[in-house]
C-alpha cells in the first residue's frame, strides 16, 4: 500500500470515527453505551484478527484526538471483551499477543463515557492494571480489567478496557 491509499485509508478511519462520536453525543446514544467496533471503521481490521490490536490502538488514538479537536466532556474508552471463564481468573496475560488470545469473537470496539459516569467510577468489579507490555502508551491512559459473574450465568463475564 502506497503513502497516498494509506493516508486515504487514514482519513476515512476518522471521518467514520468522527461521525460516530458527533452521532453519540446527541440524544441518548451515550447513556445506551452505543459503541464502534473497529471493523466498522475498516473492514480490513475485521477480517484479520491480527490487526485487531494495531486497528484498535489506532482507532482510539484517532478518537482521543477527536475528542480534543471537539472539546467533548467525555472519557473515550476502547473495550475488549475477553473468552468468559467459569471459574475467576484474574488478570492472566501480560503481553499484547496474551491479550489478543483471551479476547472472544467480538472485535474491540470505542466507547464514549460521560465524565465521571465510567463503569468504574464506583470501582465495583473493575482493577486497574499495569499497561506498560500491551501496547497502549498514549499519554493518560489507563487500562482496567473488569471480571463479574452475573447472578443468572455459570460464567464470568471478562473485558478489558483502554480508557483516556
Known amino acids: 500500500m502506497n503513502t497516498k491509499d494509506l493516508s486515504k485509508n487514514q482519513r476515512k478511519r476518522e471521518r467514520s470515527i468522527e461521525t460516530w ?6 440524544g441518548d446514544a451515550i447513556e445506551r453505551f452505543d459503541d464502534l467496533h473497529i471493523d466498522e ?5 475485521g477480517k484479520n484478527r491480527s490487526l485487531w490490536m494495531q486497528g484498535t490502538l489506532e482507532a482510539h488514538h484517532l478518537a482521543l484526538q477527536l475528542r480534543d479537536k471537539h472539546q467533548l466532556p467525555v472519557t473515550v474508552a ?18 499484547t499477543d496474551d491479550l489478543l488470545k483471551q479476547i472472544n469473537w467480538m472485535p474491540p470496539s470505542l466507547y464514549l463515557f460521560r465524565l465521571g459516569k465510567e463503569p468504574w467510577a464506583d470501582k ?9 507490555g500491551l ?5 493518560g491512559v489507563r487500562c482496567l480489567y473488569f471480571e463479574l459473574k452475573p447472578e443468572d450465568s455459570d460464567e464470568y463475564r471478562r473485558d478489558v478496557f483502554f480508557a483516556g
Open 21 to 26: 462520536m458527533l452521532a453519540t453525543m446527541q
Open 41 to 45: 471503521i475498516d473492514k480490513e481490521w
Open 78 to 95: 476502547v473495550a475488549f471483551s475477553l473468552n468468559a471463564t467459569t471459574e475467576s481468573i484474574g488478570v492472566n496475560f501480560q503481553t
Open 124 to 132: 465495583a468489579g473493575f482493577q486497574e492494571i499495569d499497561i506498560a
Open 135 to 139: 501496547g497502549a502508551s498514549e499519554p
